[in-house]
């Protein structure tokens, strides 16, 4: 039980530091901030800086994969299960809750710092387990923007990660510091909606 408490301190402690200083944050000041007194606590519990990230990545998935599904299921009871924007909507709002009804400060600005991170890299994230929802939801997003030509689609889904991210972040940073939401949920899905269905502009020759 000690040995999970000492690891869930150094996740809580690397989200923030990671968030505040980027990935090269010094382990042992990680370490520090979560209250191990050995430098070496990150490598014997996650072996080095990689295993840690992806554990950081790993730990509000569950939470955040209940929500999806149940938003899913909304979705399909009322007949909108191909719908683009219920479909970022079951993506995006449970972001906006779920990790800080948990106790999270940092998250999205975790995210932003580590997005190009392989523990979150599209090719090799949506097939690990525990990421249902997330797949159905791409699966879905591709089939209903197939309006689209197949490489706009596939690159728009492509950077969807980062644009979402860095608007989540934003978000955060404006919600620490006191100032209005520059993103309420509604709006945030607005922006998300619009590029994935924005009109396909012809180059000129």
Known sequence: MASADARERIIVAAERLIAEHGVEVPLRDIATAA??????????????????????????????????????????????????????????????????????????RFLDRVRTHPALAADTNLGRAGRAAVRLIITRLDRALDDLPTAVRRRRLRVLPTVLFALLADRERAVAAGEPDPHAAAELVDLIVGMLTAPVSVAPR
């Open 35 to 108: 209250g191990q007194r050995n430098n070496s606590a990150v490598q014997y519990h996650f072996g080095g800086r990689d295993g840690l990230i992806d554990a950081v990545a790993e730990h509000r998935i569950a939470d955040l994969e209940q929500h999806r599904l149940e938003l899913l299921a909304e979705s399909e009871a009322t007949g909108a299960a191909q719908d683009v924007r219920a479909l970022v909507s079951a993506l995006v709002v449970p972001m906006l809750t779920v990790p800080y009804e948990h106790g999270a400060t940092h998250y999205a």
